[in-house]
Each structure stands twice: as C-alpha cells, then as structure tokens.
C-alpha cells in the first residue's frame, strides 16, 4: 500500500512550513533515515528523513511552496513491488 | 590502588574507528541475533516516535536514541536480573532494553492513561521498579548523583547488584558528578558510570566545551580506573560492559566506560544541527552504523539469511506499528488524575 508522506511539525507549535526543497526526486529508491526534503519554518530549516523503505512515488507539494500546513500529505512512497498503478487507488 | 588502565580505542575528537574483528570477541550466532533484534526495535521505535511528533501525537521534548542503540543493547548483556539502570532524558533505547513494553512507552509519549506514567510524565519521566530501571530524569546529571545512591542502597543492603547510571559528554561537566565520584570510590560503591559520548552537548563540540576530553579519565583523582570503548561496536561494549561489572561486583568500586558513540538526530526534535556537517553524518551512518555493522557481519559469517534478518525487521516493525496505534487511541487521562500522584 503506498505510504503518504507528512508535512511534519519540526516543533510543538509549528502549524505551517514552507517546502524549501526536495533532496530525493521522484522515482528515487529511499530508506529509512534518508533525507528526503527541507522544511523552512519559522525559526530554522529542518530536515525531513524518510521512515519507510521504498520508491518516491509521486511529490504531491512542489519545491518553494509556502505554508503547508502540518499533517498534509507531501508525497507518497511506493513499497516494495508496488508501481505508480498503486497511486490510483 | 592499583588502576588497570586500558589503551584509549579512539582519540576523543574523532568517531569511534572499527576494530579489527579479531580484537573483539564474537558474540555467537543467538546473541548476535538477539543483539540486532533490540537495536532494531530501539531504531524503529525512535523512527516512529519521531514520525508521530511530526504529526502533533507528541508533544513538549522528546530526544531520540538513534545511532547510539549498541551502547544500552551492549551493556544490557553485560549484566544479570536485578541489576539497576537509570539514564537522563534521551532515554526510550534504555527503557526497551530493560524490556519496558512499547506500548506503555508510546503511549506515555503521547500522554495517554496507559503510558508508563499515566500519561503524566511525557518522554523524560518514566520508571520500571519492576524492570529495574530508575528513569529518565530531566536535569542534566541529576541521575549521576541518583545512580550513585542505587549502589549505595545495594551496599547497605548487602545485596550484589551494580547501578548502571548513563550520562551524556554534556552533563560530565556537571560538579555533581564529581561528588559522586568521591563518594563512590570512598565507600568502594557497586556502580558503573557509563558516559555515552556523542560527542555534542546539545550544539557544542565536546573539544569546545570540555578541558579534558577524554571522559574516560575523569576519574583519575579519585583513582576511579575507565577506559574507552567503540559504542558502535556491540561486542565491545559487551565485553567492556562485563568487565566493568565484574570489577564493581566484587566489591573494587566503581568503574567508568566512555562510549564511543554518535546521534544522528539533533539534540531534540527541534535541532535543525547546523553546527555539524551532512557528510559527518553521513559518514558515521555509511561506516560505523551499529546496526549494520551486525547484519553485514552476518550475513558475510552466514550466521544469519536476508530472509531471516527481513522477517525480524518485518516483525519489529509490527510490534511498533501496534504501539503507535495504541498511543494513538488510547484515552488521555481524566482531570481527576491531575491531583494524584503528587506530594502535598
């Protein structure tokens, strides 16, 4: 089943980031504590590690967009055996 | 006193540099396994807990354990039932090393009523009297002074445990430590210090922060003997652990273990670690990983299959997985709770 990818809040009050960058690209193999994007939020830039093992699937926030809220889905990783037909399910 | 000095396994400024396999006993097929297995869960839980902050489940501090899991998986092997143990706050890889359950430590994560504190002491305040371990404190070196009095309890009561009590490179440079110290070589106390040194107190570099790097001599002017050790390297610091035991066991005093050893996470969740370098990182991740030092050694060995080590990954990350959840649905605590468990 394809793993959606959160904005995460760097700090307990963040609320919203800006997407600085993606450090991986789509079709790039991940694994767990891989780097994977920066978030900008209001105090500092913030790396984002991969949890899961797999393929970046398709990057749902493109690089430079600012204030995602905490908790939208960025991207989604494809598990082991799993093509981007899985994305449309 | 006569003081065994061992030789320094690395110069204090830099990584922790791997041994020649022949320098360290080997662990044998089960515990080798069963060293991996822990690591992993310790691994995988802080990867969970840190996903879990990231989506608001957690909230106030949480400091993760990852890249330092040989150190407490080491030691633990090291020491027999009853033993004590107690750290500071980066502190969840000791509390599922001494065989706390992931789901009272999730759940005491995300402050719910079935944490191990009932959902009212959060990442740094949880305690095991069952699985002998003393916590999780939030002051930095407070345990020292604490760890020191679990061995002073042991001596009195004339038991045989020894005090396990951890501490960061940071909190070594606290003055509390220091009377520990002088108390503990004193009084011949079972304890065994152990400073897991990963080599930056919060932001700052031990060489910048600290006169005398090597934390491994700290004892010297009490004539307290310690010795250096690859914390990246479970069968090291097992094998230092049982030395270090041993010798406060029968009654020598205590005994100081510098881990060798690296975070890859900032100091909390909210470090973005600038004061280090990506490549430093990623260096310490790529050569001296403690986890993948045991699967590559394995499978290299045949000790262990890629399908047995897949099916272990694939049941830690079960056990963790069923821990998120039930931090994620158990109850929060009623209000009544706010007036129980305090002194008045």
């Known amino acids: 089943m394809p793993i ?23 079709g790039d193999k991940v694994k767990s504590g891989d780097i994977i994007a920066e978030i900008e939020t209001d105090k500092a830039t913030m790396e984002v590690e991969a949890t899961d093992e797999g393929t970046l699937g ?19 990783i494809l598990g082991e055996g799993e093509d981007a037909g899985a994305l449309n399910n | ?28 097929k ?21 996903q879990m902050y990231g989506m608001g489940l957690i909230g106030g501090f949480c400091h993760l354990y990852i890249g330092q899991e040989a150190v407490v998986v080491g030691m633990q092997m090291a020491i027999k039932e009853g033993d004590q143990v107690i750290t500071g706050y980066r502190d969840h890889g000791h509390m599922l090393a001494c065989g706390m359950d992931p789901k009272g430590v999730m759940a005491e994560l995300t402050g719910r009523r079935n944490g191990y504190s009932k959902g009212k002491g959060g990442s740094m305040h949880m305690f095991s009297v069952a699985r002998t371990f003393y916590g999780g404190h939030g002051i930095v070196a ?6 020191t009095g679990l061995a ?30 002088n108390m503990a070589e004193l009084w011949k106390l079972p304890v065994v210090y152990i400073v897991e040194n990963n080599r930056y107190a919060m932001g700052t570099s031990v060489s910048r922060a600290s006169a005398q790097t090597d934390f491994s001599k700290r004892g010297a002017s009490f ?11 479970v069968r090291a610091v097992k094998a230092a652990g049982e030395r270090a035991v041993k010798w406060a066991r029968e009654g020598n005093g205590p005994y100081i273990l510098e881990m060798m050893t690296y975070r890859y996470r900032g100091h909390s969740m909210s470090d973005p670690a600038k004061y280090r370098t990506r490549e430093e990182v990623e260096k310490v991740r790529t050569e001296h990983d403690p986890i ?32 998120a959840e039930f931090a994620t649905h158990d109850p929060e605590p009623d209000p009544a709770e706010l007036w129980t468990d305090i002194t008045r």
């Open chain 1, 4 to 26: 959606p990818v959160l904005m995460p809040a760097l700090s307990p009050t963040m609320e919203k980031g800006n997407l600085a960058k993606w450090v991986k690209h789509q």
């Open chain 1, 58 to 76: 398709q990057i749902l926030v493109p690089e430079g967009t600012a204030d995602v809220a905490v908790n939208t889905p960025i991207a989604v």
């Open chain 2, 1 to 28: 006193m006569a003081v065994a000095k061992k030789k320094p396994a690395a110069p204090p400024a830099e990584p922790a540099k791997p041994k020649l396999a022949s320098s360290v006993p080997e662990l044998g």
């Open chain 2, 30 to 50: 089960e515990r080798e396994l069963k060293a991996f297995r822990e690591m992993l869960l310790i691994r995988r839980f802080e990867e969970k807990a840190g």
């Open chain 2, 142 to 147: 407070a345990q020292v002074s604490l760890g």
């Open chain 2, 152 to 181: 002073f309890a042991n001596r009195y009561r004339k038991n045989d445990n020894v005090s396990l009590t951890y501490f960061g490179d940071g909190a070594a440079n606290q003055g509390q430590v220091y009377e520990s110290f």
């Open chain 2, 223 to 233: 004539d307290i003997p310690g010795e250096q050790v690859d914390g990246m390297d």
């Open chain 2, 292 to 323: 993948e030092q045991v699967r590559a050694r394995m499978l290299a060995s045949k000790r262990a299959s890629e399908e047995i080590l897949k099916a272990v990954d694939a049941e830690i990350r079960k056990i963790v997985n069923e821990a």
